[in-house]
């Protein structure tokens, strides 16, 4: 078989149109009859329209839900339409439609009141939920130490190793570049007032407390904390954690724990190693703008001492749990498929990025005014 | 019923690759109307030969004419054309979690038509209303039940007609009652659009209910071909062991769930 194209023949005589259709009616002739009908239930002069059937061969469901909406803009003119010649299996098709639903209006949406209500009791619900998770993993790790329940030893390396070992590269790369935007923006203003060697306190300070743990915590945000939340979503969505559940395992202890402790042991150590290359890049690019390098790393040597680093450590832990809850909660708390585990994946990264940050920013507030005479 | 013939498959070799054959030798016809329903354990190559005949997996020796065209010999938009013409029901639905079930189901005809957009949400309504789902239409895949999500998948694959509709294990993982709705909506779908129906499945009682005619495959061939009646009746190797398994199994529970 296959396939005469629609042809139609429309005549009018008085207050009457006659259309001829023929051939095979459907979805590519949908749009034609539509707007036909739409024009003929604008003349004035017309009062009924006959659509004739005898020549037409296949008449799918688009083609007669366009013939159904044309008859009804006609009635909505106050036009009649009259259907002529109708096969079985042409009458089965249009009838369809008289029987089905219209397309129901979407419902109404909230006010901006009611909207704000909603997105605070999420962002409640999500804290508590948060805490909740908190709890469940600190009770794993309580339980696991006094032998109460399995220490997930095995998963928590391989976790380390594939969060830890793996990042080396990109967050040395990140850590270097750092160093030397702050060397290259430090050194050329400090030179203006003779004051060059100066730079040291702001390359050594700013990767020891701030940069080194900062941008490790953003790279792990972005690397490790999403590829956590699209696994432990992925797993919610397909069921594996409800069989885990099923099974009498705690999915805290099993998923959560190994992610948090892994990344936990590995991140303070990688922030060590960002603000270690930073700053000798740091150091490498004061010799490309003239300042001595040896001076440079005596004046580091003096202005860091070992407080500056532990305040980077601390702060590196603190993003690790950021992170790893964050990204967990996210994972866990998944719905709807695919599309749920991208939204969590991108709520985890962003949510944790904006706690990080945050984070620091409090910390450093706190520090600097206990230790800032 | 007319006598043309839709689908011809011809000394068919399928597989994934070379040393995964599973089927060979396959000689298939698929007239237009009928409903047919390939039959086989696990394994056997059943939703293997579905996916070759669907266009899905090139054969690796041998033709298939879908239309009265060689489907893997046509350009890629001739062979876009041909399966345009056909609507395929997965086994695991294969819908897109991010849209609701109307949006899944007026896919198709928002991709492949220049309806107006209420056209093309009114078509996807009345197709969810004949799969009995119209009133789900705002509600997202994850929301719905598993029966209910095949009904919506079915849908989608008649939304523009086709004159082949092919289904992967149709009713599989659905209960008793869901799976007889599912097949009920199959058969008024045909009914209503005159359908060819290619269904692979492993459920008997759903083959007695819709098929016109059953393929039984096993042992890397076609081992019978008829209705379901005579294929219960057959003494032929393997058919009549693919078929003393099934009453096997029912016999084997059915008493349980009863009491």
Sequence with gaps: MHCPAMRVHVEQHGGTAAIGLAGNVTRNDGRELVTLFRKLAKRHRLRAVAVDFADVERLDSAGALAITFGCQALADAGKGCELLHLSDPHRAALEMFESAPATPEPPSRHGSVERFGERARGAMLAILGMIDLVGRTVRAIVRGLFG???????????????????????????????????????????????????????????????????????????RSGAAITAELGTMRVNDEIDAIESMGIDPVGLLVVPRVVGLTLVQPLLSLMSTAVGIAAGIGVSYMIGIAPRAVFYRMQEALVIDDFALGLVKSVLFAWIITFTSCFMGLRTRGGAHGVGTSTTRAVVASIVLVILVDSMVTTVWTVTHVQ | ???????????????????????????????????????????????????????????????????????????????AELLQRTGTLFQHDALFGSMTLRGNVALPVEQLTDLPDEIADRLADTKLDLVELAHLAERFPSQVSGGQRKRAALARAVVLDPEIVWCDEPTSGLDPITAARLDHSLLHLRDVFGLTIVAVTHDVESVRTIADRAIVVGCGAILAEGTVTELEQSELAGVAEFFHRVELERTSWQPEHRT
């Design chain 1, 148 to 222: 109460r329940q399995r220490l997930e030893i095995g998963r928590t390396v391989e976790q380390a190793v594939v969060i830890g070992v793996d990042a080396l590269p990109i967050v040395a790369l990140l850590g270097a570049l750092i160093g030397v935007i702050l060397s290259f923006q430090s050194g050329y203003q400090l030179q203006k007032f003779g004051a060059e060697v100066y730079m040291a306190e702001i390359v050594g300070l700013g990767m020891a407390r701030e940069f080194g743990a900062v941008i490790t915590a953003v790279i792990l945000a972005g």
């Design chain 2, 1 to 79: 019923m007319s006598s043309e013939l839709l689908v011809v498959g011809h000394e068919l070799r399928c597989g994934y690759d070379a040393e995964s054959v599973v089927l060979d030798g396959v000689d298939i016809r698929i007239e237009r109307g009928e409903v047919v329903t390939i039959l086989g354990g696990s394994g056997s190559g059943k939703s293997t030969l579905l996916k070759t005949l669907g266009g899905l997996l090139p054969p690796l020796a041998g033709t298939v004419e879908l239309f009265g065209e060689d489907l893997y010999a046509v350009d890629d938009a001739r062979r």
